[in-house]
């Protein structure tokens, strides 16, 4: 069975403080994944897509990794901000059903002022 | 680019009415939609995928009597929730993928519905 897990559920963290994120996946067969910010109550923000053949991505302090062969992915955020606050989804692309994502629970980041 | 809107953002109903959710790619053409349902503090769980033109393709355990999915136009896909239960209240997405391109490029995602069945 495909699933995707993240650890830990929850983060809390001193504003400053550099952070990391950590997704794994049960079947290293993937087309790519995904990491997403959930805001309370709202949708889906796409921060970083990484291709299957990609080893990582950047945008601004955001910085995620892939390791394939382990079944893993990291999401680095430098320099946490309260801003930050909000659930980070990781989800993996198998290609199966047209494409849909596979998601993890997420883990809920709490940056403290 | 690659918006994706939903409406409504949220909405109560009582037990045995139906509920219509819309979901809209406003900038692209989407052949496929997908339909997610998040339980709180659960995962998002595809519920079925929807494709332009045809009969939806549903999950193991989602009953496709009632949640009715029409995906009539390359930009809008429609989830009716018929006979709603308290049970059904939840968190509703959808996403869309752009025509043409691959399974390995990005799902754009609506704002999501939040229903509450009284």
């Known amino acids: 069975k495909q699933e995707v897990t993240q650890i830990p559920a929850a983060l809390s963290v001193p504003e400053g403080e550099n952070l990391v994120l950590n997704c794994s996946f049960t079947?290293?067969?993937?087309?790519?994944l995904q990491w997403f910010r959930q805001d309370p109550g709202k949708g889906l923000t796409s921060l970083l897509l990484i291709q299957s053949s990609q080893r990582e991505q950047t945008s601004g302090r955001l910085n995620a990794s892939l390791d394939k062969s382990s079944g893993r992915s990291t999401l680095y955020i430098a320099a946490s901000q309260p801003g930050d606050s909000a659930t980070y989804l990781c989800?993996?692309?198998?290609?199966?059903?047209?494409?849909?994502?596979?998601f993890g629970k997420g883990t809920k980041l709490s940056v403290k002022p | 680019g690659a918006v994706v809107s939903q409406h409504p953002s949220r909405v109560i109903c009582k037990s045995g009415t139906s509920v219509k959710i819309e979901c809209r790619s406003l900038?692209?053409?989407?052949?496929?939609m997908f339909w997610y349902r998040q339980f709180p503090k659960k995962s998002l769980m595809l519920m079925a995928t929807s494709n332009e033109g045809s009969k939806a393709t549903y999950e193991q355990g989602v009953e496709k009597d009632k949640f009715l999915i029409n995906h009539a136009s390359l930009t809008l896909s429609t989830l009716t929730v018929t006979s709603a239960h308290p049970e059904d209240s939840s968190f509703y997405i959808c996403?869309?993928?752009?025509?043409?391109?691959?399974?390995?490029?990005?799902?754009?995602f609506g704002n999501g519905t939040r229903l509450t069945v009284t």
């Open positions: 989800a993996v692309n198998y290609g199966g059903s047209q494409g849909n994502l596979i």
């Open positions: 996403s869309a993928r752009a025509s043409g391109q691959g399974h390995n490029s990005p799902l754009h």
């Open positions: 900038d692209f053409q989407a052949t496929t």
């Open positions: 079947d290293s067969a993937i087309y790519n």
